[in-house]
Every structure is written in C-alpha cells, then in structure tokens.
C-alpha cells in the first residue's frame, strides 16, 4: 500500500489551497480516505473523510464550509481543498487510508487509520 501526497505549498492569507493523495497497490473504492492535520507543536486534528466508491464525505464542523474533500477513483486519487486560508491553517495535511467498521444499524463503532500519506507542508504566510 502507498499513498503519495502532492509537494509543500507556500499560500497567502485568504488563499486556497489543494493537496492530493495518490494511492495505489490497494483496491481504491474499498477503504475510506481520512484527512488529518498538524499544526506546529500541536497535536493531529482529523478534518474529516471521504469514501472513494460514492463520494460520500464527512467534515469536521470547525471547518465545515471551507474544506473540501473529493476523490478519483479513474486515477485512486485523493483530494483536499482548503479555501480562505487563516494563519491557522498552516499545518502539515495527511491523508491516511481508513477501514471504518460499524454495526448492523450502520452505527461507527471504530475506525482504523492503517496506512499513511508522507504529509504535505502548508504554509500560510503574506
């Protein structure tokens, strides 16, 4: 299994910005792809995920309507766009692949990060 992210980005405030995750040697459309951010110093933030087979997304409301996750299963592709970016949103973005497991009532019961992108540094800076 691999995931490849696309290289460092340096925005200005009020940017967007689009990282990609690349995946391969894996069946695409089977696992879910999370998206996870560090902050300097700070610990992983999970923004949310995405299920390659439908498109189906789920978003962290913090930043829910300025994040934006998609996915190409013609090329096992990843994406995440982060629009108006803030001084705050200078992190490193991960995206890991992520086997989501429930109950019969459809009900998440755990989830399973189990392989990794490298990370892409995001700097935010005028």
């Known amino acids: 299994v691999q995931l490849v992210q696309s290289g460092a980005e340096l925005r200005n405030p009020g940017a967007s910005v689009k990282v990609s995750c690349k995946a391969s040697r894996y069946a695409f459309k089977n696992y879910y792809i999370d998206w996870v951010r560090q902050a300097p110093g700070q610990g992983l933030e999970w923004m949310g995920r995405i299920d390659p087979e439908d498109g189906g997304t789920t978003y962290d409301m913090k930043l829910h309507g300025r994040v934006t996750f998609t996915a190409d299963p013609s090329t096992n592709t990843a994406y995440v766009e982060l629009t108006n970016l803030r001084s705050d949103d200078a992190a490193v973005y991960y995206c890991?692949?992520?086997?989501?497991?429930?109950?019969?009532?459809?009900?998440?019961?755990?989830?399973?990060?189990?392989?990794w992108g490298q990370g892409t540094l995001v700097t935010v800076s005028s």
């Open positions: 890991a692949r992520t086997v989501v497991r429930r109950r019969k009532d459809l009900v998440v019961v755990a989830t399973v990060a189990d392989y």
